[in-house]
């Protein structure tokens, strides 16, 4: 039996957008994600990027990796 000490993390990959900001994107991914997915503990985003329309940054999106326990 594993020390309770001891964490094992199950990773995903999950894209998030947004017409307003980088963070939004990230929440709007997270939040998504959150109704399906139980004990989400850290995520890391490993990509962003976005479209431009006439000089103006008109969506945002970004590449996360999210970490979660494996349950028992």
């Known amino acids: 039996m594993a020390d309770a000490d001891d964490h094992v993390y199950k990773i995903l990959e999950l894209v998030g957008s947004s017409e307003k900001s980088i963070e939004d ?3 709007n991914a997270i939040s998504r994600a959150s109704k399906t ?3 989400m503990k850290w995520f890391e ?4 990027r976005g479209h431009v329309e006439k000089g103006s940054v008109r ?3 970004v590449i996360l990796r999210v970490g979660f326990t494996l349950e028992d």
Not at 45 to 48: E, G, N, R, S
């Open 25 to 27: 994107a990230t929440q």
């Open 37 to 39: 997915i139980r004990e």
């Open 45 to 48: 985003v490993v990509q962003v």
């Open 59 to 61: 969506h945002y999106q």
